[in-house]
């Protein structure tokens, strides 16, 4: 594997095992993201720090904002915390809470920003040149990692490729990249076989005698539409132990839950809760969504973008309000709005051929402007945590940002 990966993932790598050799506490807290490839990364994470002996406090957010990180790490000091699947962009925000008092480790796959701190460790694919949006989930970096350092975690290669297709690395027919050395790791080990369905690869694990996509969406039920309820906890520990009737049972409730919300807030948006501006079409679903998770929105964008009733020209915008209650911690006086970002499939040409800018870039800038904290962007789906009742400032800078980019050219 060594001669395929570049010379600073080995460095990185190098760096998160002296760090953890030098250890010496008993407890490593992992903060992991709440969708499959997160509960997927929290699982490999947690089962590495029980591989070197130390007992692990797992924490699952779903977004970073600095009244969570501050929550986190309240009363910790001389620790290392681990956050994955997001933070690549948080970095600077959890230094400064940090203040210096823990050593945190992030291991993320999206944009990120390095930062120059000697406490906080970016292990992001995209600071080395890999896209994180096509060639390595997070589960696939915590696989290398984890297995680089302690070869007993090779067993949990398999969880890689769940990671990998939970965040729809296989849309081109397959997964590509690091994501695809860990599925040869995979398969060499007897861990996966590969399905061709229609010109497409599906990746049977044996561990779950089931395929990746099918593991990976029940992942997601339980993480993102269960959050609230916590049931994220079976997640990971099916990742681990398999699942049992009673998880699949409540994935599937959850799945049912969500499909009769989805088609809800349709009718409602072609009822006319649907804001149209030049460039962007937006709406807000307030609580309407609760107890889902604020991941629904996304969802529910990302499985309506294209259906008639959005304009295929225009960007989505939808909000989605935060509950104040973060299972893992506890009561917090968040009052803030989770806003997701799609995009429909002629505009997404044009962004993807440089013709209109991606999210990756109006996203992260729109949240700097008006204070948001953006931690998951992509070129054609990205996300930000904003002030509750800074909706329409949001998409009015978002707005200017597209018509800023028409002007310049
Ligand atoms: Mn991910």
């Not at 390595?136 to 769940?162: C, G, H, P």
């Not at 990746?212 to 994220?232: F, H, P, S, W």
């Not at 259906?307 to 960007?315: A, G, L, R, V, W």
Request: proline share 2%; aromatic share 10%; net charge negative.
């Amino acid at each position: 594997m060594e001669e395929l990966l570049n010379r600073e993932f080995f460095e990185e790598i190098r760096e998160v095992a002296e760090r953890i050799k030098s250890y010496e506490e008993d407890e490593i807290t992992v903060v992991h993201h709440n969708d499959a490839d997160g509960l997927a990364s929290g699982a490999i994470l947690s089962h590495f720090c029980n591989c070197v002996d130390k007992k692990v406090e797992r924490i699952c957010i779903e977004k970073v904002h600095p009244k969570i990180v501050e929550k986190i790490h309240e009363g910790k000091k001389g620790k290392i915390i681990f956050y994955t699947d997001l933070a690549g962009l948080a970095a600077d925000m959890i230094d400064k809470v940090d203040a210096g008092r823990n050593q945190i480790i992030i291991i993320d796959h999206h944009p990120a920003k390095a930062i120059e701190s000697d406490n906080v460790l970016v292990f992001d694919s995209e600071l080395i040149g890999i896209s994180g949006d096509l060639f390595t989930s997070a589960s696939t970096l915590n696989y290398f990692v984890s297995s680089a350092i302690n070869d007993e975690m090779r067993k949990y290669a398999y969880l890689a490729v769940v990671g990998a297709v939970g965040d729809y690395h296989d849309r081109s027919g397959g997964v590509l990249g690091l994501d695809r050395i860990a599925l040869d790791d995979a398969l060499h080990q007897g861990q996966v076989k590969i399905k061709i369905e229609k010109a497409r690869e599906r990746y049977y694990i044996e561990f779950f005698e089931e395929f990746a996509d099918v593991v990976a969406r029940r992942l997601t039920n339980l993480g993102a539409i269960g959050y609230e309820k916590a049931d994220y906890k079976l997640g990971v520990k099916a990742c681990i132990h398999g699942f049992d009737e009673k998880t699949i049972k409540e994935s599937e409730r959850l799945e049912k839950m969500k499909n009769e919300k989805f088609d809800e807030a349709i009718e409602r948006l072609k009822e006319g809760e649907l804001h149209q501006e030049r460039y962007t079409q937006w709406f807000n679903l307030g609580d309407t969504f609760s107890p889902m998770g604020v991941k629904a929105v996304g969802e529910f964008m990302q499985l309506s973008k294209d259906m008639t009733f959005f304009d295929e020209n225009k960007y989505i915008v939808g909000f989605q309000n935060m509950p104040d209650y973060i299972p893992d911690l506890g009561k917090l006086d968040l009052n803030a709005s989770k806003m997701s970002g799609r995009i429909p499939v002629p505009l997404e040409r044009r962004i993807i051929h440089g013709q209109a800018p991606g999210l990756d870039y109006l996203v992260p800038k729109a949240s700097e402007i008006i204070g948001a904290f953006a931690d998951a962007t992509h070129r054609i789906a990205a996300a930000t945590v904003l002030e509750k009742g800074k909706e329409r400032e949001f998409v009015k800078v978002f707005e200017s940002l597209v018509d800023e980019f028409y002007r310049s050219r």
